[in-house]
């Protein structure tokens, strides 16, 4: 019981930080490429993902398919903080998610993600 408390205590303390992850599919090696302003909601994703909820059919479909066990989620890269009172967080997160998707490329059949429409 005490772990679990140290554990929680430990979660608690850590910063909330916003960012760029990678949820990789093992088994046909297809990714997601996603961003939160709160990178400790990502085991929340992998909850929606258990309960068949997940915005995006065909990631849902292979996780249904595939398992929980066939993927990974991996954390790219954590925006940098700023504290210029002008500086748009939501923005910032936008335009590095904007990066990893030119750099990663996952769409089609590379990935889950679909192209926006300039």
Excluded: C
Excluded at 1 to 15: D, G, N, S, T
Excluded at 36 to 50: A, F, S
Excluded at 71 to 100: C, G, H, M, R, Y
């Amino acid at each position: 019981m005490a772990q679990k408390k140290e554990l929680r205590r430990q979660f608690e303390e850590m910063p909330i930080e916003a960012g760029i992850y990678e949820v990789q599919n093992t088994e046909n090696q297809k990714i997601f490429i996603g961003k939160t302003p709160n990178l400790k909601t990502l085991n929340g994703m992998k909850h929606i993902l258990n309960m068949g909820a997940n915005n995006n059919k065909e990631l849902q479909a292979d996780w249904n398919h595939f398992g929980q066990e066939a993927f990974t989620f991996t954390i790219l890269e954590v925006l940098a903080k700023n504290d210029d009172p002008s500086f748009n967080e939501k923005k910032a997160l936008e335009q590095l998610e904007e990066k990893w998707l030119s750099d990663k490329q996952p769409f089609g059949e590379r990935g889950y993600n679909r192209r926006t429409k300039a």
